[in-house]
């Protein structure tokens, strides 16, 4: 267990640089795949304001199947290429989108989410999975919050088993 400082004295990029900084630490105690992404999952929800889901998708064959989360129970598959998540697994990039309802294709698993960012994950040079984050806030995800959740992911992807 660890302590958190003041959070609410913190700048937006103070939290997230501390937020990198945890995941860190607990990837140094624990090198169990599931247990990492499961804390990770965590750790986005203690960190990152204005959210109501934070998990990770793995890709099975051709499916994105549910893995460790926090938030409401969540769509379980996604086929490649269907709604953010399987675009951002398919495109192989991270996606931002300010209004869900304006995205064509969009799976709404939660009436209540508003906006959504997605981060491919990678093992080797093959997409692995994608961290997926909602929002009830429209455009509530920005280019800091992209550059700092490709900074968590590729902590991540250093630690996966071959």
């Known amino acids: ?3 958190l400082p003041a959070l609410e004295n913190m700048t937006r990029e103070q939290k997230l640089d501390y937020m990198i900084l945890s995941l860190k630490n607990q990837i140094d105690i624990e090198q169990d795949e599931l247990a990492i992404f499961a804390n990770s ?3 986005l929800e203690v960190f990152l304001d204005r959210i109501n889901w934070a998990g990770y998708y793995f890709l099975k064959e051709d499916q994105l199947v549910l893995g460790p989360f926090q938030g409401l129970p969540a ?3 996604i086929e490649m ?3 953010i ?3 951002c697994a398919e495109n192989k990039e ?5 209004d869900v309802y304006a995205f064509e294709g969009h799976i709404f698993c939660d009436a209540n989410s508003r906006s959504e960012i997605c981060i491919p994950i990678f093992k080797g040079e093959e997409i692995y999975g994608v961290l997926d984050i909602d929002s009830p806030e429209e455009d509530r995800f920005d280019d800091i919050d992209d550059k700092y959740l490709k900074k968590f992911i590729k902590i991540i992807e250093g630690n996966l088993l071959s």
Do not use: D, E, H, Q
């Open 1 to 3: 267990m660890f302590k």
């Open 41 to 43: 999952a965590a750790l």
């Open 75 to 77: 769509c379980t598959r």
């Open 81 to 83: 290429g269907n709604g």
């Open 85 to 87: 998540v399987g675009k």
């Open 94 to 98: 991270s996606i931002i989108v300010p």
